[in-house]
């Protein structure tokens, strides 16, 4: 769902494909939605009332991906008591989708191959031939082009695969669409947990338009599952509840507080410190000779350097370490 125009465009591409045979290359960074998209050119293709099947091949040791996906016959090795078919066999007739793509081993990627070539797939254990028509989506967030610079990658499956590429943007380039994926994710999850939601504050949506979104759709559709849990049944979602105990970053490196103001990362996190130190039993001058002789040692002892550290003059730091530290102290007398 979106309306932004780097979604509007992969939308529409996606669109273009649907009711074609062409092998689709999702592209994008991890939790953009590849799954999701791929999902959507199965159930609005020709193929939509056939098996839609799914595999991470990330997920999959490289000893086991090979009879996942191609199948395996009885007494094929230690272990394999009956015949069962793979992946391709199961998505006959209609969508395999795979997933984490870069991380096939190049037995698999040979064979795999094989099978878009010819549309026939080869149990492992066995010589007999079957064929299949399954309409292939892949997806990685790996730069395959550096893989197969690297030799982890064969140049000839990429052209196989990469008939019809398609990139997904991230959440950080179509950021106008986070109002109507939030109220979307509200709808979903407000009923699981027997919630009823108000909506979002203006300043929780001023927070989550303000971060950088590493984790993309899917870090957002977390953050609003929590937040579901943590608001009071009949309120409004704050900025508290979409990311408590820390603030959210900003593509900047900035970060919004609890009032809405903009301050800068490295000062949140300084303020978080201070806070912290700020505790019953708080001695000032045991943290003040602790840092002085911290500020010392990593200097080696030389009190200019040391001074430089802590921002002060040489003077100044051989008069607070004599203080602190007695007029025996090493530092003192450096």
């Known amino acids: 769902m979106g309306s932004s125009p ?17 092998t689709v290359l999702l ?33 999959i040791p490289n000893d086991l991906i090979e009879s996942e996906l191609f199948g395996v016959q009885k007494g094929a090795y230690t272990g394999a008591q009956a015949s069962r078919p793979g992946k391709f066999e199961r998505a006959d007739g209609g969508t395999l989708f795979l997933d984490e793509l870069g991380e096939l081993s190049p037995a698999a990627q040979v064979k795999l191959l094989r099978v878009l070539q010819t549309g026939e797939v080869e149990r492992l254990g066995d010589d007999k031939v079957r064929k299949v028509n399954v309409r292939l989506v892949a997806a990685t967030n790996v730069n395959l ?6 030799g982890r990658f064969r140049a ?17 380039k179509r950021k106008s669409d986070i109002p ?7 709808e979903k999850y407000a009923p699981l947990y027997h919630k009823t939601i108000q909506g979002v504050s203006d300043l929780a949506m001023q927070g989550l338009m303000a971060y950088d ?57 300084t303020e978080q410190l201070y806070e912290t130190l700020l505790v019953d039993g708080f001695d000032l001058q045991a943290h003040e000779a602790r840092l002085l002789q911290l500020a010392v040692t990593r200097a080696h002892g030389n009190l200019t350097h040391a001074a ?17 530290l007695g007029d025996d102290s090493p530092a003192a007398s450096a």
């Open 6 to 22: 780097a979604f509007t465009a992969a939308f529409s591409l996606l669109s273009q494909a649907a009711n074609s045979p062409i």
């Open 27 to 59: 592209l994008g960074e991890t939790g953009v939605g590849k799954e999701v998209f791929a999902r959507w050119l199965h159930e609005n293709s020709g193929r939509g009332e056939k098996p839609f099947v799914a595999v991470n091949c990330a997920a």
């Open 145 to 150: 082009q550096q893989a197969i610079a690297d």
């Open 156 to 172: 000839d499956l990429y052209y196989r695969l990469a008939t019809y590429p398609l990139e997904i943007p991230p959440l950080r």
């Open 180 to 186: 109507v994926l939030v109220a979307v994710l509200l």
């Open 213 to 269: 979104w590493p984790g993309n759709v899917r870090e957002l559709e977390n953050l609003v599952e929590r937040a579901v849990l943590l608001v009071p049944s009949g309120g409004h979602i704050e900025l508290q509840h979409l990311f408590p105990g820390v603030a959210p970053v900003t593509a900047h490196g900035a970060v919004i507080d609890r009032e809405g103001k903009v301050g800068n990362a490295d000062e949140a996190r």
């Open 308 to 324: 430089r550290l802590l921002g002060i003059t040489r003077r100044q730091l051989a008069y607070r370490v004599k203080q602190a």
